[in-house]
């Protein structure tokens, strides 16, 4: 497995462990241009569960290889928390902010993944 691919199922893992839901993978590795090969968009229900999130993915994603996001954007708010890990950007929100700005639809071409909520 590549180390980007297992970047993003540990990421999902993280967003797994609490409870993060309507998990998505947006695949843009086959489209040019694009600025990270994964991006992956998750809701939490209020802003301590965003920042829940947010703390579980960087905990999980370090604890399991040893890497930290090159920036972490959203905090303060936790309404859109935005975390750059270089080949692949997270998006955790909160679902009104989340049905306003649907980035998840910005590139039509790549493959789309939706995760199972676990609870």
Same mark, same amino acid.
């Given at each position: ?20 839901? *309507? ?12 600025? *990270?090969?994964?991006?992956?968009? *998750? ?14 993915? /960087? ?5 399991? =290889?040893?890497?930290?996001? =090159? ?8 309404? /859109? ?25 910005? /590139? ?12």
């Amino acid at each position: 497995m590549n180390q980007t691919k297992k970047l993003v199922d540990t990421i999902v893992k993280g967003l797994q462990e609490k409870k993060g839901h *309507c998990i998505i993978t947006v695949n843009l590795s086959e489209i040019a241009g694009t600025i *990270c090969k994964y991006m992956i968009v *998750c809701e939490g229900n209020n802003p301590h569960q965003v920042s829940a999130l947010s703390d579980s993915v /960087w905990d999980t994603v370090y604890e399991d =290889l040893s890497e930290k996001p =090159l920036l972490v954007e959203g905090i303060r708010n936790a309404q /859109w928390i935005g975390m750059d890990y270089g080949t692949v950007l997270v998006h955790i929100f909160l679902p009104d902010m989340r049905a306003f700005y649907r980035i998840e639809n910005l /590139w039509e071409d790549a493959i789309i993944t939706r995760i199972d909520d676990i609870y």
